[in-house]
C-alpha cells in the first residue's frame, strides 16, 4: 500500500495526559498537511510542512500541540495536556507541489482521538 | 475571505439515477482551485476531482463531473448513474493561489450526506 498512513487509528486517553500521532506520507510528497474534524463538520486546517519546514500553523493550533517533520518524511502531531475538547478525528494528508501539479491532497485514514 | 458553502445537509437518489451535490465559495483570489472528497463511514477522505479556476473545460473522473460556473462561483459535482457505494459524505474544498505561492491548506464545506436507495 502506497497512500498515507497514521497511526494509531484509535487512542482513548485520559484527560491531562499527552498523545502522540504518526503520519506517513506517500514517498515522493513534498508537503504534509495535518487537519482536525469534528462531528458534523470539515476538516479544518493545523498545520503544513514543506519538505522538514513548518510553513504555516493554524490559530487552532495552541501552544499545547506542537508537529514535527524531522527528516521530511514521517510526521508527528503531539498534543499536551489534553482536554475534552481535543476530542476529534485527527487527519493527515500529503501532496506534491511544484511545476504543472495541482497539489492535490490524499489523505490517509485518521487517528480518532477521544479524551475521558 | 475564503468560504465554501454547502447547503445541503442530506441527499437522497435512486440507484443508477444521477446526483448534484451543491456547492458555492467566496474568493477574491482569481487563482484557486476547487476540490471534492468522498468520505464513506470508515474515515478516509478520498480524492474525486479537481477544477483549476483557470480551467477552461469542466473537469470529469469517470462518473464524476464537476459543473463550473465561474462567474456564479459554483462548482457542483454531479454524479451519474449512482451506486449503492456512493452512499457517503461529499465535501467541497477550496484552495487560493493554486499557480505558485499557494499557501497549501484547504478550506472545506461542512459536507452532503448522500445515501443512495436500492
Known amino acids: 500500500d502506497t497512500g498515507v498512513s497514521q497511526n494509531p487509528r484509535h487512542k482513548i486517553t485520559k484527560r491531562g495526559q499527552n498523545v502522540t500521532f504518526r503520519c506517513d506520507p506517500i514517498?515522493?510528497?513534498?508537503?504534509l498537511y495535518w487537519y482536525r474534524q469534528t462531528l458534523g463538520q470539515g476538516p479544518e486546517f493545523l498545520t503544513y510542512?514543506?519538505?522538514?519546514?513548518?510553513?504555516?500553523k493554524s490559530r487552532l493550533l495552541s501552544d499545547r500541540f506542537s508537529a514535527e517533520r524531522p527528516k521530511g518524511s514521517f510526521s508527528t502531531l503531539e498534543i499536551q495536556r489534553t482536554e475534552q475538547g481535543d476530542s476529534a478525528m485527527y487527519l493527515c494528508?500529503?501532496?506534491?507541489?511544484?511545476?504543472?501539479?495541482?497539489?492535490?491532497?490524499?489523505f490517509g485514514p485518521g487517528t480518532r482521538l477521544t479524551v475521558l | 475571505a475564503q468560504k465554501i458553502t454547502q447547503t445541503q445537509p442530506g441527499m437522497f437518489v435512486q440507484e443508477k439515477e444521477a446526483v448534484t451535490l451543491d456547492c458555492t465559495y467566496d474568493t477574491s483570489d482569481p487563482s484557486y482551485g476547487l476540490f471534492w472528497y468522498k468520505q464513506p463511514s470508515s474515515g478516509e477522505m478520498i480524492f474525486l476531482i479537481y477544477?483549476?479556476?483557470?480551467?477552461?473545460q469542466n473537469a470529469t473522473e469517470g462518473r464524476y463531473s464537476l459543473n463550473f460556473q465561474k462567474a456564479r462561483k459554483s462548482a457542483n459535482l454531479v454524479i451519474s448513474a449512482s451506486q449503492l457505494g456512493d452512499s457517503a459524505m461529499y465535501f467541497c474544498a477550496m484552495r487560493e493561489g493554486i499557480y505558485g505561492g499557494s499557501q497549501g491548506n484547504l478550506i472545506f464545506g461542512k459536507g452532503t450526506k448522500l445515501s443512495v436507495k436500492p
Open positions: 510542512f514543506q519538505n522538514e519546514a513548518q510553513l504555516e
Open positions: 477544477q483549476g479556476s483557470y480551467d477552461q
Open positions: 514517498s515522493e510528497h513534498n508537503r
Open positions: 494528508a500529503s501532496s506534491l507541489s511544484g511545476g504543472q501539479s495541482t497539489d492535490t491532497q490524499y
